[in-house]
């Protein structure tokens, strides 16, 4: 049910005056229980309406009841419900979505006792959704259980409840109160509402970008910017728009790792000098340590050839003063 008004909405049938015309009650708390969750129901002018009427009237204050004769007028639409058969183990495996009606619970056995009703998905990869849709009127009630089958966790439902599960990937169990079978809540309707859908696939974003999930929504936020962009998940397909981060004056002015250029220019030619400082360094010892060895290798042969031979290898020597016996040999040859 979706409104229901007992009294004379219009000037349409039957006035006897004008005085009475908008005099109406709203009467969905008595028809919410009558016919809500149910697959029929006749809805009639009561007694009760009449009543209700005189205490609860709305719209035009100079209302007089007894000028008019009063209408009933309904508004209601039809919801999908889902029976799980007994048979079948109370198994519902083949359905996206639908509605499991506390009514056709009682009349079917399922969700009851030893028979709770199963949900099972299709894969590991899609999700359960669930909700309650109850019509009368809240009294924080426990109607029910929800059971995960994978994680154990159990949650109560009550008439106060909204949401029972979000994007739950699992097989879920729900069973009925025996107060809800045929106790003081047996004449009291509700909808369990179910979606089993699989999860969009994980989206890819630009190294300048953040991503943040909330439900099924996705949010895309820039690093270095203010901007930011929405898609939703909706039967395993991303909606909406996304873009590109645009470059700020801080970003464009930076290079590798978020390091300003001129830091960045600085930092490369002092390296270049510390390496092109090492090998010079470097150079400059190999020559030496060369040169020192070159000096030996002569120094052996001078002192090789000096034991069988009075020729002096005065050549060996960059001058005569590096040759540390050569003055000495030179004068005694004059001498002689």
Request: aromatic fraction near 6%; hydrophobic fraction near 35%.
């Amino acid at each position: 049910m979706k409104q229901a008004r007992y009294g004379r909405m219009e000037d349409s049938k039957c006035p006897i005056g004008s005085d009475g015309i908008g005099c109406w009650a709203d009467v969905m708390p008595i028809l919410a229980s009558r016919c809500s969750g149910r697959g029929s129901c006749t809805a009639i002018p009561t007694d009760q309406m009449v009543e209700f009427k005189k205490n609860n009237t709305k719209g035009n204050q100079k209302c007089s009841p007894l000028q008019l004769q009063d209408n009933l007028r309904v508004e209601y639409e039809c919801q999908q419900v889902v029976l799980p058969s007994k048979s079948a183990a109370c198994v519902i495996d083949d359905k996206r979505f639908g509605n499991i009606s506390s009514h056709h619970s009682r009349l079917s056995g399922c969700g009851f006792d030893t028979n709770p009703i199963l949900i099972q998905p299709p894969t590991d990869k899609h999700e359960i959704t669930m909700k309650l849709i109850y019509f009368g009127r809240s009294q924080n009630n426990l109607l029910g259980f929800t059971k995960d089958l994978n994680s154990g966790e159990l949650k109560s439902i009550h008439d106060s409840s909204s949401i029972l599960l979000e994007k739950v990937k699992s097989r879920i169990e729900i069973s009925f109160t025996e107060s809800v079978k045929k106790g003081h809540l047996k004449d009291v309707n509700f909808l369990v509402s179910f979606q089993v859908v699989k999860d969009c696939e994980p989206i890819r974003v630009d190294d300048d970008q953040l991503v943040t999930r909330v439900g099924s929504t996705l949010i895309i936020r820039c690093k270095t910017t203010d901007q930011e962009w929405k898609i939703e998940c909706i039967r395993s397909t991303w909606f909406g728009d996304r873009g590109e981060c645009a470059k700020s004056e801080a970003s464009a002015s930076k290079g590798f790792n978020g390091i300003p250029y001129e830091v960045s220019i600085a930092i490369i030619i002092g390296v270049a000098l510390i390496i092109g400082v090492i090998v010079l360094i470097s150079g400059l010892l190999c020559l030496q340590w060369q040169r020192q060895k070159n000096l030996r290798a002569q120094q052996a042969i001078y002192a090789s050839t000096k034991a069988t031979s009075n020729d002096y290898p005065e050549n060996l020597y960059a001058t005569i003063a590096d040759c540390p016996n050569c003055r000495q040999e030179k004068n005694h040859q004059r001498h002689l």
